[in-house]
């Protein structure tokens, strides 16, 4: 890979990493969830760029673990890695029925998330999901992900 692909490679990690989810969803792991009020540090009922700029600042503080105002594969490496560690974690306390530190074909079966969204891709309960199901839960996934009018649907910033 030559140096300029690897900046770029680089810098878009670090971007991601930088920018993160600045309010977090609940349910995921890898770091501290900030509530409303923890982020609006002058306690005036609004977000700022500042404030959000703090948020991004204090987490890539997190993950620079040499201080050197720089990220490098491992530091963002490792972040990931402590993140899928904790994400393994939880998924084996949640999932593993007979507590014996292994999840086995069935404890991972379709009662879970695969079996609700299994439920809600098969619209007529027929116990199968057919080509129209399909392409309909196609097309609204897609719609959350661009609503109309979306920059990146437009293709404005």
Do not use: W, Y
């Not at 989810?21 to 306690?43: C, M, S, Y």
């Not at 997190?62 to 560690?85: H, V, Y």
């Amino acid at each position: 890979m030559n140096k300029v692909k690897l900046m770029a490679v680089l810098a878009t990690a670090a971007s991601i990493v930088a920018t993160g989810a600045v309010i977090a969803k609940p349910g995921g792991a890898g770091h501290q969830r900030l509530g409303f009020e923890q982020i609006d540090t002058d306690g005036n009922g609004e977000l700022s760029r500042a404030e959000l700029d703090a948020v991004k600042a204090a987490r890539f503080s997190a993950t620079d673990s040499n201080g050197d105002g720089q990220l490098s594969l491992e530091e963002i490496s490792a972040k990931g890695s402590e993140r899928a560690a904790k994400r393994a974690e939880k998924m084996m306390k949640r999932l593993d029925a007979n507590e014996d530190g292994q999840l086995s074909q069935d404890e991972l079966s379709s009662t879970g998330r695969e079996g609700r969204m299994f439920a809600r891709l098969d619209a007529d309960k027929s116990g199968a999901i057919s080509k129209q199901e399909f392409e309909e839960a196609r097309k609204h996934r897609h719609h959350k992900k661009h609503p109309k009018g979306d920059a990146a649907q437009t293709g404005q910033n």
